[in-house]
């Protein structure tokens, strides 16, 4: 459930605003004059599935208006409990755990920006990931895991393509490169430190690339942006993106740094495998819960940006299947 709060001038504006609220057929709303003699707030109580609507189409009326803001705060609950009839229910249930396109645009941008926090957690997961690959400790990789500070560019890369926005677009991916090289760099650095242990199962599993990871990648990308779509938490979901990024990630570092060119073009395969697939699996997702801009011109620019995106993700993931078929077969070959 959501309460949105309308702050606006008095006139021909409001007036609008008004007629859209009540078209929305909301729970209830209050029209409340403020201390300024031409404010008006508007706060209405939004039926689930209506939300969205609501939004999109007080922005269209508004969007050449000056002095107004939307505000939508989740409610937890309400007593007494609100009625509604069977048909009106089942024709908003697809839309009852979706959240607002804004809120989800808030929060992944907000997790896609490259500051100095998000440095500083890729650098401390990369450690203790580099340290439990290199010790064979699989708590040590797991560790490393919930820190998952790739979660969020990988996220708004894939939300900027749904949406058609070269800002959070090119943002994520800037953000998503420095975060990777920041880690490549600091696991060569560990190797220089340490001596790298290569009968550790954990790294030398990182240099197996397998259609089985490929699967987990999808998954983990599908999951993520499934729950960001329906406004839940989703650091649990960052587990599963950074096993598929962090411990390949460190592992091309620590072969890099031993000299060990052949395994680190492996590990660094199947790190391109798995950016290919998180992004092409969260916009699939986004693209089935119907995560668009809101002006038709905006997602004529969404539907190009995807659809390169798309076409990108599934050569490259294609290229990668064909090497992975390659290499097990000259690894038979070979044994044979």
């Known amino acids: 459930m959501r309460r949105l709060d309308l702050h606006i001038r008095e006139g021909e504006a ?33 039926r689930d599935g209506t939300r969205q609507t609501l939004v999109d189409n007080l922005q269209s009326a508004l969007e050449q208006e000056r002095g107004w803001r939307i505000s939508v705060v989740p409610i937890e609950a309400t007593v007494p409990d609100i009625p509604e009839d069977k048909e009106l229910k089942n024709s908003r249930a697809s839309q009852r755990k979706l959240a607002l396109r804004e809120e989800i645009y808030q929060d992944v941008a907000a997790d896609a920006k490259l500051d100095r926090d998000f440095l500083i957690f890729v650098v401390l997961s990369t450690i ?49 490169g420095i975060g990777v090289a920041v880690a490549l760099l600091c696991s060569i650095l560990i190797s220089f430190l340490i001596q ?14 397998r259609l089985d990871g490929m699967a987990l990648a999808i998954a983990a990308g599908a999951a993520a942006a499934l729950s960001l779509t329906r ?43 798995n950016v290919a697939s998180l992004v092409l699996s969260a916009l699939v997702v986004f693209r089935l819960r119907n995560i668009r801009p809101r002006s038709w011109l905006e997602q004529k620019g969404a539907d190009r940006a995807i659809a390169i995106n798309m076409a990108l993700s599934v050569l490259l993931l294609a290229i990668a299947i064909v090497l992975i078929l390659v290499l097990d077969l000259g690894a038979t070959v070979s044994i044979g």
Do not use: C
Not at 196 to 202: A, G, I, K, M
């Open 14 to 46: 409001f007036e609008t605003a008004l007629r859209a609220i009540r078209a929305a057929d909301p729970i209830d709303y209050v029209v409340i004059p403020l201390e300024q003699k031409d404010r008006r707030y508007i706060s209405v109580f939004l």
């Open 128 to 176: 203790v990931a580099a340290i439990g690959l290199h010790s064979n400790s699989v708590a040590g990789v797991i560790g490393a895991m919930v820190i998952a500070p790739l979660l969020g560019p990988i996220l708004g890369f894939s939300l900027g393509a749904a949406l058609g926005d070269r800002k959070l677009l090119f943002g994520a991916a800037r953000t998503l």
């Open 196 to 209: 790298v242990d290569f009968s550790s199962r954990e790294l030398m599993s990182r240099a197996e690339v």
């Open 231 to 273: 406004g839940a938490n989703a650091t649990l979901v960052g587990v599963m993106v950074a096993a598929a990024l962090l411990p390949p990630g460190a592992a091309v570092g620590l072969f890099l740094g031993s000299g060990e060119f052949a395994l680190a073009s492996r590990a660094g395969l199947l790190l391109s495998l």
